[in-house]
């Protein structure tokens, strides 16, 4: 997966209610290492989910970062991972993107 991310040009992130698996997570961290070189773009879709909700990580996105931080406590290796998540979240949310879905 990451040497498909590698040679990626265009990311197209979607975000739903489920995207705060450590699959999708490690993903979009990896993604966010290549924002802005050699003009590799990102496109945010929040698909049923609030963009606020990702941008802020409120509801669904804390509980899931702070289990995630609980289950991790005593590793900071995995602690600093999990920040990282958060992080590349709040990024990749804060950019211009398409909100869609039945809400």
């Known amino acids: 997966m990451l040497q498909a991310i590698e040679g990626s040009r265009v990311f ?3 975000y739903s209610k489920n995207y705060t698996s ?3 997570s490690r993903e979009l961290l990896n993604i ?5 070189t050699l ?3 990102v ?5 049923n989910v609030d963009p606020s909700e990702v941008q802020k990580q409120d509801g669904y996105c804390d ?3 702070a289990k995630y931080e609980e289950r991790y406590k005593e590793d900071k290796e995995k602690t600093e991972e999990v920040q990282g998540w958060r992080e ?5 949310a804060n950019l211009s993107g398409w909100d ?3 809400k």
Do not use: Q
């Open 12 to 14: 197209v992130v979607v």
């Open 22 to 24: 450590t699959w999708c």
């Open 32 to 36: 966010c290492n290549y924002i802005g």
């Open 39 to 41: 003009g590799k773009r």
């Open 43 to 47: 496109l945010p879709i929040f698909y």
């Open 63 to 65: 509980k899931a970062f």
């Open 88 to 92: 590349s979240l709040t990024e990749v």
């Open 100 to 102: 869609i879905g039945n």
